[in-house]
């Protein structure tokens, strides 16, 4: 693929090592400052990202547009873009259910856009060999080239569009609903009275209380973000036959965890008490 102008909605930390990867691979990214935050604004200057103003100049600029927003807002996002008649290569970055992409993809594609379901996993990367970008559907190789330079890594996965997202609900019910359960492991020690006990007893059997402490002091700032995608997961584990319950938990207890939004690394007593809030 030559040098093309590729869109990156919206600019978050992931989606600013998405545009980073877009533009080390020789492209120019753009993103759309209308209605977005200031902190948004300030992010997408930092990392060198052209304004296009609008999405709809974006769409009139862009022949390639990356979506990576949360899971709440890809389908609409992806019903605004298509509604502004945009005829290019669509990428779906959003942690959202297979059934999700694969309804978003068959919109796009009935309006003559190329559509690929794409999932990330890992954190924001600034090196190689940290996050992958995984790519699926019968489009997924034209998208290859605008990733090609790192710092994401990128790979073309077997099979049709839904794919990458399968996987990536695969992979975060196990790493997120873990976490979850080890904060709620944690919540209801602290309000039985138990948590130095189960302290002193995880480190006689080789278990780390300081593990399970630093997972929730990791997983509480970002908590908020997780409340959709864990009923992403419940809706994908029950279109596979597995019980949904587990993550819809999971949603709830990442929910009691959101008022702790960018207060930085909190004290355990801090996520402790807003876990057993009532």
Known sequence: MSKQKIGVLHPGEMGV??????????????????GRSPETCRRAAAAG?????????MTELCPVIVSVCPPE???????????????????????????RVRRMGECMVSR????????????????????????????????????SAGPLEVEVLTGEIGQASALK?????????????????????????VLSDLQRHWERTGTTFAAAVASLQHTAPK????????KEI???????????????????????????KGMGKPELHEALKKLNAR
């Open 17 to 34: 090592a998405v545009a980073k990867t877009a533009q080390n691979s020789g492209h120019e990214v753009y993103w759309a400052s209308d």
């Open 49 to 57: 990202l052209a304004d296009a103003g609008t999405l709809r100049k």
């Open 73 to 99: 807002f890809a389908e609409e996002l992806a019903s605004e873009v298509t509604g502004l008649g945009f005829q290019g290569l669509y990428i779906d970055a959003n942690a959202v259910s297979p059934e």
């Open 112 to 147: 003559g856009i190329a559509f690929v379901d794409a999932c990330i996993i890992g954190l924001p990367a600034t090196t190689r060999g940290e996050t992958w970008l995984y790519l699926s559907g019968p489009n997924a190789g034209d998208a290859v080239s605008c990733f």
């Open 169 to 193: 609900m695969c992979f975060a019910a196990h790493a997120k609903g873990l976490a979850a359960l080890r904060a709620a492991v944690l919540g209801a020690a602290e309000e039985l009275g």
């Open 223 to 230: 908590a908020w973000r997780f409340v959709a995608e864990m």
């Open 234 to 260: 419940a809706a994908t584990f029950e279109s596979a036959g597995m019980p949904r319950e587990f993550h819809l938990a999971a949603a709830e207890i990442f929910g009691r965890l959101a008022p702790l």
